[in-house]
């Protein structure tokens, strides 16, 4: 029997029950008026068994754009950037690291923390179950302020390109959503590439930007898109082919599948991972039927965890889910947090979450 689905694991940074009335005041006023030009980039790198080196990456992206390096930072916060959380997963040897910064920083700030990832990641070594193209897997930056323009943000995606494939000889880039000429999305852009094809040739991958793709660097998506959360929800059986079946069904291509959803099903320690991400959607596209909520002041909408796992469960044949799990923030999560987090100058807020989170 398909049993009620579980909480979503969650956590905050910092916890409600943390903050005075005061604080909280200032924090909510200051989320809407500091905020105005903040990007989260959701740095993808094929490392996740090794957390000393992952942070080595974190702690790269906050040394290049925060005091002393920069003199001063933007007005009225103490620092430039912050990383919010880093997300680690061991079968799949992937960590997720959501550094936030101004637009003015967040270029500088993720070209610093690549550059390392290039020279500690040597990707003909890397093995996990989940598909990757490069040492750095992905490089998408996100507006989470709500008067921010995608075409202006992928511009700096494009800056960051060129200048990664110039500091770091041999790497190469393909670029997707706002930093592509055509607009092409992440999926279709992956697709192209061949990032879901085995076994994987790097010469004979489509680059855009750099050297010819090589084993030891692999090939590096980098681009501008809305806001992309992860869910992942995790069945009580071994079955992998069920779990494709389900992760095929609930996809936004498929007949029946919910709004800005794209999944696939691993084998994660010891049962089935339906990893699912989750595109904000222009509210304009909105359709009747759907079964999303509201983000960014109504400018987007996206379909919510609770929704997404009820659509598995019942797509699963009477197979239970075990565990429910939002890897990553909402857009107002992530605003909010980063928000308090400059203002405080918390450089490695991901020290104070409870639990590691893309």
């Known amino acids: 029997m398909v049993t009620n689905a579980p909480e979503v694991n969650k956590c905050t940074w910092p916890p409600e029950s943390s903050l005075s009335p005061t604080l909280l005041s200032f924090f909510v006023h200051h989320t809407t008026t500091m905020s105005r030009q903040l990007v989260a980039c959701m740095l993808n790198v094929s490392e996740g068994r090794n957390l000393a080196l992952v942070e080595r990456i974190a702690q790269s992206a906050l040394r290049a754009v925060n005091p002393p390096a920069k003199k001063t930072a933007v007005e009225g916060w103490k620092i430039n950037a912050s990383v919010l959380n880093i997300f680690q997963d061991f079968d799949y040897n992937r960590s997720v690291i959501t550094i936030v910064a101004g637009q003015d920083n967040i270029g500088a700030s993720v070209e610093a923390a690549c550059r390392t990832a290039y020279d500690l990641i040597d990707l003909s070594r890397q093995e996990g179950v989940h598909p990757r193209l490069g040492a750095v897997d992905l490089v998408p930056l996100h507006p989470i302020s709500e008067n921010m323009s995608l075409h202006t943000l992928g511009a700096v995606a494009k800056d960051l390109a060129s200048n990664i494939t110039s500091s770091v000889p041999g790497t190469s880039v393909f670029l997707f959503g706002a930093a592509d000429s055509e ?160 203002t405080r100058g918390e450089e490695e807020a991901w020290r104070r979450a409870k639990d590691r989170r893309m």
């Open 183 to 342: 607009g092409r999305g992440l999926v279709a852009r992956r697709k192209e590439v061949g990032w879901f094809k085995t076994p994987v040739r790097y010469p004979a991958l489509t680059h855009d930007v750099g050297a010819v793709p090589s084993s030891r660097y692999g090939l590096t998506g980098v681009g501008a898109i809305p806001y992309m959360m992860n869910v992942n929800v995790t069945l009580d059986t071994q079955d992998v082919a069920l779990g494709r079946r389900v992760a095929a069904a609930i996809r936004a291509t498929s007949p029946k599948g919910l709004p800005g959803v794209q999944s696939m099903a691993f084998p994660h320690e010891g049962k089935v991972e339906v990893a699912c991400n989750v595109d904000l959607l222009p509210a304009h596209l909105r359709l009747p039927d759907w079964e999303v909520r509201e983000s960014l002041g109504g400018q987007y909408v996206f379909t919510p965890s609770d929704v997404l796992t009820r659509r598995i469960l019942q797509e699963s044949g009477g197979v239970d889910a075990v565990g429910t799990t939002l890897v990553g923030f909402t857009p107002e999560e992530a605003r909010a947090l980063a928000t308090l987090a400059l």
